[in-house]
């Protein structure tokens, strides 16, 4: 018997460290962004609006907060001493690269953060997470051990949810969370078909790019289908394009996104594509359900345009059927003002396909890091119990959302250079605010500042 379901989007609030370091090779946008002022108080307020509006919208939104940062912790690791204040003062001055890695602020995008089963998939009928070991770079490396304490508060019922730790930080490992990972189905509550993307066959012979990296293993994603208990017949995996890699699709939801029974998807998106498609119509054909594939031609829309515009970081949403059904397309601004892209999008539209909605939000602070909608939010699929049975005080509604705004307001600095990293003085304001906020979501001593106390 099929239950009741929905879909919740876990939102990460950008921290207030936000800068552009230009941190993550192969992430074009990060590298042509590289040293320009941030200004975290927009960049956290721009996600809080998009939260707000899919809240009012009636989707389930909740919010996951930021890590400590400055992280003195990897500093100390690297071999600088002496108090925190003075670990600050001489990495900016021995090695004022690593105090951009430690100030790093992305594990706004929880799309990172991990791989999520629903429980009406795994064998143990639990919802399962896989905290992303991201060790493909060392920003971001240093994320799981926080970011499975989050999601353990975030989900604390052990008879509900289950939680494993990253995948150990070899190569052949490397695992970037849902970024890579889709899931198919008719209703959220029905056994779906869960869709692993990789870059790399660490034990075979496979194309692999030649200008950028291949974060993602094939390895990987198997340990995470063996951990989480899925079927084999449940799960299907792909390779990413390596051309698509060369040309900055540095993870798949920068080139597709699915939701339900529809993927959307450049034609460059996997290797043998073809193939892919037929294997996960054949499955989804198996449970009685058609998946209904949109795919945007080379012609229609670039490469090149859809790495600067981000058509495919995108959030797509079940729209209810009081509003017509079929799916919201969620885009950043910056898919407006390409032309090639907004054409194709007006035309997606007015053809009556699955896709009937748009929606346009500004979200420029992370998207000239590289993140757009789809890189923000981490997809959780609950049961109504389960929902109930998780952390109360992270789903967004007026108060929630009134509160955090006025908490951004009042802790987060307007600009950000990279040079201001050195400023000890913005580990204590970040602490500050942090241990506040903590109060505010009812999380507890969530970071190391906190329990070392």
């Given at each position: 018997m099929t239950r009741s379901a929905l879909e919740a989007n876990f939102d990460g609030l950008v921290g207030p460290t936000h800068n552009y370091a230009g941190l993550s090779?192969?992430?074009?946008?990060?590298?042509?962004?590289?040293?320009?002022?941030?200004?975290?108080?927009?960049?956290?307020?721009?996600?809080?609006?998009?939260?707000?509006?899919?809240?009012?919208?009636?989707?389930?939104?909740?919010?996951?907060?930021?890590?400590?940062?400055?992280?003195?912790?990897?500093?100390?690791?690297?071999?600088?001493?002496?108090?925190?204040?003075?670990?600050?003062?001489?990495?900016?001055?021995?090695?004022?690269?690593?105090?951009?890695?430690?100030?790093?602020?992305?594990?706004?995008?929880?799309?990172?953060a991990a791989t999520v089963s629903p429980?009406?998939?795994?064998?143990?009928?639990?919802?399962?997470?896989?905290?992303?070991?991201?060790?493909?770079?060392?920003?971001?490396?240093?994320?799981?051990?926080?970011?499975?304490?989050?999601?353990?508060?975030?989900?604390?019922?052990?008879?509900?949810?289950?939680?494993?730790?990253?995948?150990?930080?070899?190569?052949?490992?490397?695992?970037?969370?849902?970024?890579?990972?889709?899931?198919?189905?008719?209703?959220?509550?029905?056994?779906?078909?869960?869709?692993?993307?990789?870059?790399?066959?660490?034990?075979?012979?496979?194309?692999?790019?030649?200008?950028f990296p291949a974060r993602q293993t094939l390895q990987a994603s198997q340990a995470i289908a063996r951990l989480h208990g899925l079927a084999d017949e449940d799960v299907v995996f792909a390779q990413q394009h390596p051309d698509a890699i060369d040309a900055g699709v540095f993870h798949n939801d920068v080139i597709a996104v699915g939701n339900g029974n529809v993927l959307f998807c450049h034609a460059q998106a996997f290797v043998d594509q073809e193939a892919v498609l037929a294997t996960l119509r054949k499955r989804l054909a198996a449970r009685g359900t058609e998946l209904q594939v949109v795919e945007v031609s080379a012609d229609e829309v670039s490469i090149e345009d859809t790495v600067g515009s981000y058509l495919f970081n995108s959030q797509l949403l079940v729209r209810p059927a009081e509003a017509g059904g079929g799916m919201r397309l969620v885009v950043p601004q910056e898919c407006r003002e390409r032309p090639a892209v907004w054409r194709y999008l007006e035309s997606l539209v007015a053809r009556g396909g699955p896709i009937r909605e748009l929606r346009v939000f500004d979200l420029r602070e992370s998207m000239r890091n590289g993140g757009g909608p789809a890189c923000l939010r981490l997809r959780v699929v609950l049961t109504e119990a389960e929902r109930e049975a998780s952390h109360a005080g992270l789903w967004i509604d007026e108060a929630r959302y009134a509160v955090?705004?006025?908490?951004?307001?009042?802790?987060?600095?307007?600009?950000?250079?990279?040079?201001?990293?050195?400023?000890?003085?913005?580990?204590?304001e970040c602490r500050i605010a942090l241990d506040e906020l903590t109060r505010l979501l009812g999380l507890g001593s969530l970071y190391p500042f906190q329990r070392d106390a």
């Open positions: 090779f192969g992430n074009v946008a990060s590298a042509n962004n590289a040293n320009r002022v941030s200004n975290p108080r927009e960049a956290a307020l721009q996600g809080l609006a998009k939260m707000k509006a899919l809240a009012d919208l009636g989707y389930a939104q909740g919010v996951l907060p930021p890590q400590e940062r400055p992280s003195v912790a990897l500093l100390r690791t690297l071999g600088f001493s002496g108090d925190d204040r003075a670990v600050i003062r001489e990495a900016a001055r021995t090695a004022p690269a690593l105090l951009g890695t430690a100030c790093s602020a992305a594990s706004m995008w929880t799309a990172n429980s009406a998939d795994t064998a143990d009928g639990r919802v399962h997470f896989t905290a992303a070991n991201l060790c493909s770079k060392l920003h971001r490396a240093i994320e799981h051990e926080t970011t499975s304490r989050v999601l353990r508060a975030a989900f604390p019922d052990e008879t509900r949810f289950a939680h494993h730790d990253a995948l150990p930080g070899w190569p052949c490992l490397g695992d970037e969370g849902a970024a890579n990972h889709t899931r198919f189905c008719g209703a959220y509550g029905e056994r779906g078909v869960e869709f692993f993307v990789y870059g790399r066959d660490d034990l075979a012979s496979a194309p692999t790019p030649r200008r955090l705004t006025d908490w951004v307001k009042r802790h987060y600095r307007d600009r950000l250079s990279v040079s201001d990293l050195a400023d000890p003085a913005l580990l204590d």
